[in-house]
């Protein structure tokens, strides 16, 4: 297979924004006309089996063409833990499982969307895998918010901001003893990023509080355009 070389807001990366654009319009706005009811039962199973199958299948081609790492492959980014908290959430619609996919799903999926580290994409292929899970990811947490009327409430963010940094702990001890950069919390990422200031360890801080501040944000456009929950 021929190597790959990203080009940021290039044609692939803008056609890819686009198509995941209209794949939430056609299924929030036109689930109904398409068979897909608002209360389906069926529906949160397939997204469930969907994500989860891309984030396998991902690393079965990586392993087949021999760009799979111990290092750099395993689930262990946020977004790769989110998938599996994500089906927690759709299946069980667990509030705890919705409100940290919240966080990690609309904020830190939409910067691998539209700011990812170049450095992941070895072949095209791995660019269109992370494109397709970070956008499920995102329309996972939009359909519970939109279909199912789950919502993030202000006060859980002090919960979910506890919980992050016990992974971001635990992550970081496994980096240790794999010498690897899972989460970014050893080596910045190749990314454009405006949550990404300053060098190590000052990045890592201010993500997180770039992170709060914009889930912030995303809380009160929910309210003020939603309904409350149920």
């Known amino acids: 297979m021929l190597s790959y070389t990203f080009d940021l807001f290039g044609n692939d990366h803008i056609i890819s ?7 939430y319009v056609l ?22 089996f969907i994500i989860i199958s891309l984030d396998i299948s991902e690393d079965i081609v990586r392993y087949i ?9 395993l689930p262990l980014q946020l977004c790769n833990i989110g998938i599996y908290v994500s089906v ?12 940290l996919i919240f966080f990690w799903g609309l904020v830190g999926a939409s910067q691998a969307i539209l700011t990812p580290d170049s450095n992941l994409f070895e072949l095209k292929t791995f660019f269109i895998y992370s494109q397709a899970y970070h956008g499920t990811l995102i329309f996972a947490v939009l359909w519970l918010i939109v279909k199912n009327g789950m919502r993030m ?5 002090s919960k979910v901001f506890l919980i992050t940094n016990i992974v971001v702990v635990v992550v970081a001890l496994i980096n240790y003893l794999l010498d690897s950069n899972y989460m970014f919390l050893r080596v910045r990422p190749n990314s454009i990023s405006p949550f990404l200031v300053g060098e190590w360890p000052v990045y890592i801080i201010m993500v997180q509080f770039f992170s709060i501040v914009v889930v912030t944000l995303f809380i009160k456009i929910q309210d003020l355009l939603l309904k409350p929950s149920r």
């Open 65 to 73: 063409t021999g760009h799979y790492s111990i290092k750099k492959d």
């Open 17 to 23: 924004i686009i198509l995941i654009i209209i794949f």
């Open 153 to 157: 409430e202000m006060k859980s963010i």
């Open 88 to 99: 927690i959430a759709l299946l069980k619609k667990n509030q705890t499982a919705f409100e």
């Open 27 to 48: 299924l929030l706005g036109f689930n109904e006309k398409i068979g897909i009811k608002d209360n389906s039962k069926i529906f949160p199973i397939i997204l469930s």
